[in-house]
């Protein structure tokens, strides 16, 4: 029995309902720190499957459900206080005291609430998105300690790394439901594969408790309006069958909101003259209920008489409609798992319980491959079923311990003697290289570095990257994972085949940047503490003139859209400044840049590639840095966390005081160099000090300013400097 006194054996349910609530039972009971995962098709009472729950775990504690949207908050509130049991006849003792709400800018009230419950039956319904901004707010730590038990709901939504975080936080048993169990599901939420109740697709329509579904794929008309003059004539047609009524009704899939609003008026003049009504629903809308536009989803959608509802993803979940039996996809879906949970809205069985009933009806166009990807999912559903009534989920570690095992011992490759790596053992680190390559961020100085670390790790998840290695540098400012990727191949459609492939994700912190760098584009934007990328006009630094640098290759884009335009150039010589070449045009805007520049710490130079439009910067080619020498490569922030530059107390020009002198006059300005490079060409003055910089001949290539006034260092300063565009070129 869960939770304590209340036995469900007098409920009125369904026996897979008992079936599911036994292994939800076995899951409390073994005390498991794992989550227990149920999965039921929509339509087979997993509302009531959770109600139960939900109700019984409350006995001890308040229990937390959350589930994807608003409107099923809503629907879960009122089916958990009265509705549900209600309808299966069940003792007033089974409703709850309190069922609430939880939101972001309640949680005080709601804590205050939690601690003087005194005792009664309390359930908390929430979104997940209200869960994580209580969570970005700081104040996730309220709820903790007050929950009992976590009932997940995850509905048709993409499981992501952030929500099983912040859920794992709560260190109490969680059941998570769903009808698409796919092994992201699994993977991210920790599911304990001894708790799993799993109750196939097939099954539930064999057991009468759901419809089948027939896939129709027919050559369709593209414009809106002969496509609804079809979809109503093929309607008509499956009434006149007999196969479903004058009240069943239609939803109508659209991707966009143009194409939802071409669909309703193209479906409403079809209609013209006839008791069926046209219902369209898009976040956008401006809502006039009178004329059918809708911009959320009706509380009152299975009362009304509308027969043809349009949408793009508004209608994928919170419907509890049987008359909803046909699904026309004008604009199909571009994955499986949204095509699975639309297909659900239409196989509500009409009753009795047990008895066959006709077939949901999906119309879908020739050529888009709708039906085999629905054979797809029955395939899945088929080989878990098979699998021990269990989804599948690949274990990433064993499948690196396989590929492992099967290199040889020790092998000639790429012109040296290599050896089998070992994952445990520690020298492995040693023999990690890296690029000396990075992204640039700005950060807070307070950024903690452990917290980042989490956060990395819960993306490389999210991307289904296993994570092999892991290690930081001695004083801890600079952090590495090592990760196993899988990429499907592109040269198959439908079959699996994943190449197997080995990922770097290395960064450092340095006072206000941290340097970042991902094998395989990880994007980390969006991560907490994570400022904007360095902007162009501070990258300019890296790129300084000099009297022995030079800019070998260079790319831009023209602002100018028109038809004629010249979209972008690119230009590679070995030295750009000698020859000859201007792309000073205004509305150029420099996206990459690649240079050789030579300090003192390196004689043969550094090759130096700059991408201002995404703040990359890369010096010299292959991996050749240990994870110990990333950071020192980063121990300057005027650098960009790469090899630091060469300069003097009179700028970041990387003249000594005679060159400076000599090149821009005692006062830091630049002078015009006279004379000739060749073919009789002046070269111009290498840089403007505080005025920017400025090409004095057709030689001149437009760069940024690298002199600046005596005494300035650092991007903190360059940031702060004001300086001119060069001959109209503009820096992205």
């Known amino acids: 029995m869960l939770g304590g006194e ?14 599911a609530l036994d292994t939800v039972e076995a899951y409390f009971v073994s005390a498991s720190a794992r989550a227990c995962l149920v999965n039921m098709p929509t ?20 229990v937390l459900v959350v589930c994807p949207s608003a409107a099923l908050v809503e629907q879960l509130i009122a089916q958990f206080e009265d509705r549900f049991w209600d309808k299966i006849g069940a003792s007033p003792v089974w409703k709850p005291d309190r069922v609430w709400n939880v939101l972001p800018s309640d949680i005080e009230s709601l804590t205050k609430r939690l601690d003087g419950h005194g005792g009664e039956r309390v359930i908390v319904v929430g979104t997940v998105q209200a869960i994580q901004q209580i969570d970005a707010d700081g104040k996730i730590d309220q709820l903790h300690g007050r929950i009992g038990t976590i009932l997940f709901d995850e509905g048709h939504r993409e499981p992501a790394p952030s929500w099983a975080r912040v859920v794992r936080g709560f260190a109490v048993p969680t059941v998570l439901f769903s009808a698409t169990p796919f092994r992201g599901d699994l993977k991210i939420f920790d599911v304990d594969d001894d708790h799993i109740h799993f109750l196939g697709f097939a099954d539930a329509v064999d057991q009468g408790l759901i419809r089948g579904v027939e896939i129709d794929e027919q050559p369709l008309p593209l414009s809106p309006d002969d496509y609804a003059l079809a979809l109503i004539a093929r309607v008509d047609a499956l009434v006149a069958e007999g196969r479903f009524t004058a009240a069943n009704k239609v939803i109508v899939r659209c991707d966009s909101e143009e ?38 989803v009706p509380r009152d959608l299975a009362a009304r008489a509308e027969r043809f509802l349009i949408h793009q993803f508004m209608l994928i979940e919170g419907i509890d409609d049987p008359r909803c039996t046909m699904l026309a996809l004008y604009e199909p879906f571009t994955n499986t798992r949204m095509l699975v949970q639309q297909i659900g809205r239409l196989i509500r069985h009409p009753g009795p319980i047990g008895d066959a009933a006709p077939a949901a009806y999906v119309l879908a166009p020739k050529g888009r491959d709708i039906a085999n990807e629905w054979n797809s999912f029955l395939a899945f559903d088929a080989a878990s079923k098979a699998n021990g009534n269990k989804p599948f989920v690949r274990n990433d570690a064993t499948i690196l311990e ?15 003697f290599r050896e089998r790596p070992d994952l445990d053992d520690p020298g492995l680190h040693d023999d990690l290289r890296f690029p000396s390559a990075a992204v640039a961020f700005t950060i807070e100085p307070d950024l903690d570095l452990d917290e980042l670390q989490k956060a990395i790790k819960a993306e490389l998840i999210r991307e289904d990257r296993h994570e092999a290695l892991t290690g930081r540098t001695a004083d801890g400012n600079c952090r590495y994972h090592i990760t196993l990727r899988l990429t499907p191949s592109p040269f198959l459609s439908g079959s699996l085949f994943q190449a197997p492939s080995l990922e770097a994700t290395i960064y450092a912190k340095k006072n206000k940047r941290l340097f970042f760098f991902d094998s395989a584009g990880l994007w980390i934007n969006e991560l907490d503490g994570i400022g904007p990328r360095v902007n162009a006009k501070t990258l300019r630094a890296l790129l300084p003139d000099g009297y022995d640098n030079s800019i070998s290759f260079m790319s ?3 602002t100018d859209l028109g038809p004629l335009a010249l979209r972008s150039r690119s230009l590679s010589a070995r030295s750009l400044d000698r020859s000859g070449v201007f792309m ?16 003192k710490a390196a004689e043969d130079g550094i090759r130096r590639a700059v991408g201002f439009s995404r703040s990359r910067v890369r010096d010299g080619k292959g991996n050749d840095l240990t994870a110990q020498q990333c950071p020192a490569r980063r121990r300057r922030p005027d650098s960009i966390g ?19 002198s000599r090149r821009h006059g005692r006062d830091g300005r630049s002078v015009r160099r006279q004379g000739a490079d060749r073919g009789g060409q002046d070269r ?24 600046r006034w005596r005494g300035a260092s650092g991007l903190d300063r360059l940031e702060r400097q004001e300086g001119k565009i060069l001959a109209g070129v503009a820096w992205t």
């Open 6 to 19: 209340l036995s469900r054996t007098a409920l009125a349910l369904w026996p897979h309902q008992h079936a």
């Open 43 to 62: 339509g087979t009472g997993k509302t009531g499957v959770m109600a139960t729950i939900a109700r019984q775990r409350a006995q001890v504690r308040p």
């Open 259 to 296: 194409s939802v609003t071409e669909m309703h008026q193209a479906l409403t003049a079809g209609l013209a003259g006839r008791a069926a009504g046209v219902l369209a629903i898009h976040h956008n809308f401006r809502e006039r209920p009178d004329d059918g536009i809708f911009d959320a």
């Open 402 to 416: 396989n590929l492992i095992a099967a290199l040889p011992t020790l092998d000639y490759v790429m012109g040296r």
């Open 556 to 558: 831009v884009k023209n």
């Open 584 to 599: 000073g045009e205004h509305l150029n805007v420099v996206t990459r840049a690649t240079g050789y520049i030579h300090p």
């Open 642 to 660: 790469l090899h630091p530059l060469r300069r003097s107390r009179y700028g970041s020009c990387g003249h000594d005081a005679a060159q400076h």
């Open 684 to 707: 111009g003055s290498v840089c403007r000090g505080r005025g920017g910089h400025r090409p004095q001949g057709a030689g001149a290539v437009p760069f940024p300013p690298a002199c």
